[in-house]
């Protein structure tokens, strides 16, 4: 008998490569746009007084909401560039709680976009974990600790245990550390010198302070 004739052509394989190129592409925008925003989330400090940023104790209630102000600012910041104007929500919901108890927003869970998620986690280790010029660092199994111990209140479960499982594959290096100072003071961004980081939990600012005294 003559061979089957094959199936008519269709759209199909057409179709599903579209969706999967669109979805790579959505991806590799959704990764750079992390990138920028893990590196800008801070930018709007550069609109916070000096005396406030750059103050070595704990910021009064008055100060801590002039700091606030920090997220806004970015935010209108970077939406003026329309090349950085997608990163824009990030740098506005990096102080973000799950619970709602974050700002400036008070959104609550997904209502937080995934990359500001992200970057307030990262953001919180790394001023937990890493010695700096004006305090002594907790180390990484104390920074991971709290993270975990917050994790679902203040941080994303998925966004802690990814960065456990990152920081497993490729620990962060002395010299990384270097890098990322370095990038703060080049473009006068930094980090903030006072132990009110907003970005943590009050035992985490009680502990970091203990340690400090200890080694002084």
Not at 164 to 189: N, S, W
Request: hydrophobic residues 35%; proline residues 9%.
């Amino acid at each position: 008998p003559p061979p089957p004739h094959p199936p008519p052509p269709t759209a199909t394989p057409t179709l599903y490569s579209s969706s999967a190129a669109s979805d790579v592409y959505k991806r590799q925008l959704q990764l750079r746009d992390l990138g920028l925003a893990a590196i800008l989330h801070d930018v709007g400090k550069v609109g916070v007084p000096g005396e406030i940023l750059n103050k070595p104790g704990r910021l009064t209630p008055a100060e801590f909401e002039i700091m606030r102000e920090h997220a806004e600012i970015g935010e209108r910041m970077v939406a003026s560039s329309p090349v950085l104007a997608s990163i824009a929500p990030t740098v506005r919901g990096h102080h973000e709680r799950m619970d709602g108890r974050g700002y400036p927003d008070g959104l609550v869970g997904d209502e937080i976009s995934q990359n500001a998620r992200i970057v307030a986690v990262c953001d919180a280790y790394d001023a937990m974990a890493n010695t700096r010029q004006y305090r002594v660092g907790m180390g990484h199994d104390k920074a991971i600790a709290i993270l975990r111990e917050h994790s679902g209140s203040q941080w994303d479960p998925a966004a802690v245990e990814a960065l456990v499982m990152t920081l497993v594959r490729r620990p962060m290096t002395e010299e990384l550390h270097i890098r990322i100072d370095q990038i703060g003071r080049d473009t006068g961004i930094g980090t903030p010198g006072h132990l009110g980081c907003d970005c943590l939990p009050e035992a985490a600012l009680d502990q970091i302070e203990r340690e400090a005294q200890s080694h002084a």
